[in-house]
């Protein structure tokens, strides 16, 4: 009921910074709370930061808190992931979700979302 496409993942140095977008379609953005996953190849799918439907609750996982930051534009339905300070860690696909749900509620877990999006790629070269 709800399509996601993120943009903007790419080839960056160490220490650069990327923007990622999720933009929304389909339903209304603002019934939704959002997340952010990643996913290394060979890895399993990790947390990286969630946000409830009206931005006031926010998670970030350990090793992201203080580099990344996750925010939304209910009016452009459009979610945002600012990275800085970006590792050879970070490298991953990285996918944006959706709860209906509950939308106050910004969870870790990823079983909890109900749409994906189809990820962006990022690679941190040293």
């Known amino acids: 009921q709800v399509q996601l496409v993120e943009s903007g993942g790419g080839l960056v140095q160490a220490g650069d910074s990327l923007t990622l977008s999720c933009a929304a379609s389909g339903r209304t953005f603002s019934n939704y709370a959002m997340g952010w996953f990643r996913q290394a190849p060979g890895k399993e799918r990790e947390f990286v930061a969630a946000?409830?439907?009206?931005?006031?609750?926010?998670y970030y996982a350990d090793s992201v808190k203080g580099r990344l930051t996750i925010s939304r534009d209910n009016a452009k339905n459009t979610v945002y992931l600012q990275m800085n300070s970006l590792k050879p860690e970070d490298t991953a696909v990285y996918y944006c979700a959706a709860d209906s749900d509950s939308p106050w509620y910004p969870s870790r877990g990823e079983g909890v979302y109900d749409y994906w999006g189809q990820g962006t790629q990022v690679t941190v070269s040293s």
């Open positions: 946000i409830s439907w009206n931005g006031l609750s926010i």
